[in-house]
Every structure is written in structure tokens, then in C-alpha cells.
């Protein structure tokens, strides 16, 4: 089934398929997860149901991409449904990264 032209719309910036093991830091729970897709400025993180996430809520997400370092980003969640949370990245992710994300397609 095909987007509909309003939500496409509302993209800012495109998405594209990655598989990072992430950990999400939010007040005193940690959720583990894994991307389903990015883009420069947000992630959509599959997790298994929690109450933890709520959408408006600040997160801190460590990226687990086989880097000698983890590193990580400071979000707003956005969504949240049974499959996972989108959230929205307050700095653009490193370029290196979001670049090998593009060209793994």
C-alpha cells in the first residue's frame, strides 16, 4: 500500500532500512532495540512493548553499530506504538553513519 502524498509530505528528510543495536536511557529505565530504518535526523527503534517511552518524553540513545565506540545521541520521542518508538535526534546523526545506511541499499 502506497504513503499517502500528506504523509510523505512530512518527511523532512528521507529514510533508509538499517539494523543497529541501540539502547534507549530514559528517567531510570534502559530499553533495548533495534533500528528498523533512520534518517539524518531520527531513528525508528523496534523494542517490545513498554510503558517506559512516552511521545514528548527526552531520551538519550547509545548506537551499538560494531564502532570501536558506541556513541550517542540525545532525542525527543515522537511515537510509540506495540512495534517500537520513532524518535527525533537533536543533532544530525554522524555523517559516516547515516552515509553507510544510504549506501547499504
Not at 13 to 26: G, H, K, L, T
Not at 54 to 73: D, M
Amino acid at each position: 500500500m502506497a504513503a499517502s502524498p500528506e504523509f510523505d509530505e512530512r518527511r523532512r528528510f528521507p529514510r533508509f532500512p538499517a539494523a543497529w543495536a541501540v539502547e534507549i536511557s530514559v528517567e531510570r529505565a534502559t530499553i533495548v532495540g533495534q533500528t528498523v530504518d533512520v534518517s539524518e535526523y531520527g531513528l525508528f527503534i523496534a523494542t517490545a512493548p513498554t510503558t517506559a517511552l512516552k511521545v514528548g518524553q527526552s531520551c538519550r540513545v547509545e548506537i551499538l553499530v560494531g564502532l570501536a565506540n558506541p556513541f550517542s545521541v540525545f532525542a525527543d520521542v515522537r511515537h510509540v506504538s506495540d512495534r517500537g518508538a520513532g524518535v527525533e535526534t537533536r543533532e544530525p546523526l554522524p555523517v559516516g553513519l547515516y552515509e553507510r545506511a544510504r549506501e547499504a541499499l
